[in-house]
Structure formats: C-alpha cells, structure tokens
C-alpha cells in the first residue's frame, strides 16, 4: 500500500507554503462554520481544500512554483509591513517624530526634554517643539 502511494505521488508537486496557507485558512473557516453555522464558510472551505488539493496532486510544477513565488512576495511584504510598524511603535515610545516644517523630513526628538529648538538636518530650518 504504501508502495503504490508513493508511485502514485512521483511527479506531483507536492506541499510547499502557499499550500500550507491554503490549508490553515481551509481549517480555519471550516471552525468558523461550525461556530457560527454559515454555508458561506464551509462553501469557502471547501472551495480551498479541493484547491490545495489539486495544488497538491499537480504535475505542473511551472505553473505551482510560480503562485508559490507570487504568494511569498506577497507574503513577505506584509511580513516587512508588520515589522516596520513594531519598530515605528517601539519609537513611539521613547521619542518624539516630528516633520521639519519646510521640507518635510521625519525628525526623531527624545522624549521628556521640555520645550526645545530642533534644526532640521537637511534643510537647516530652526523651529521649538515639546519634547
């Protein structure tokens, strides 16, 4: 039996990331069904199974290679998105960002310093800002 399993699996595409995602969103939905009984989301699931599956079995792998890259771009670029948002927050923390008036430029001032003068880099404008 688990001969011709792998016979048959010879040549086929097989797992790769986007079809994991596939899955956990399959899986998800199908809960979301039973919580909340919704034939939107078991349709929804069911339409991602017999997709993830076909992805699974197929012997295109031009053709699967290529959503898998499209998926990890995409991927990816959320994933950068998300980090820059943590780093932009964790600033928030300890510092002030402030735009020179003038031209624009971001402008990271440390926190409980009082009213204080800030020259822009840049453009060398002077302005007061609380810290």
Request: with cysteine; aromatic share 16%.
């Amino acid at each position: 039996m688990r001969e011709k399993l792998a016979r048959f699996m010879v040549g086929r595409y097989g797992q790769d990331e986007f079809g994991q995602f596939l899955f956990a969103v399959a899986l998800i939905s199908m809960l979301l069904s039973v919580l909340f009984g919704g034939s939107v989301w078991y349709t929804i699931s069911l339409v991602l199974l017999v997709f993830g599956y076909y992805r699974l079995l197929s012997k295109n792998h031009a053709r699967r290679y290529q959503e898998n890259s499209r998926y990890l771009l995409y991927f990816n670029k959320a994933k950068a998105m998300i980090k820059r948002k943590e780093y932009q927050i964790k600033q928030y923390q300890h510092y002030h960002i402030y735009r020179c008036p003038s031209c624009r430029q971001k402008i990271r001032i440390p926190r409980g310093k009082g009213k204080i003068q800030i020259s822009c880099p840049k453009c060398r404008t002077e302005f007061i800002k609380k810290s």
